[in-house]
């Protein structure tokens, strides 16, 4: 239950965070995982991961961009 003096909103009532920040953040673990894919590793299940993370992560950024653009999130 909320307290006495916490209004009580819906989920979609609430300011959405920082964008930018998050863009940034999430453009600069992509950079630092693609740049980690030439290191000093033999095997390729690190780079299996660390591509697929970055991936995922780029998928995650341009879903979120595509949406806020149309309108459809806040």
Known sequence: MAG???PVTSPDQRKPT???LTYTVGIAAIITMVAY?????????ESLWLGGFAILIA?????DWVL???????
Do not use: F, M, Q, W
């Open 37 to 45: 894919l030439y290191g000093n590793h033999e095997g390729r299940v």
């Open 59 to 63: 998928l995650a950024l341009i879903s």
């Open 4 to 6: 006495h003096d916490e």
């Open 68 to 74: 806020v653009r149309n309108g459809l999130r806040d």
């Open 18 to 20: 920082n964008r930018k």
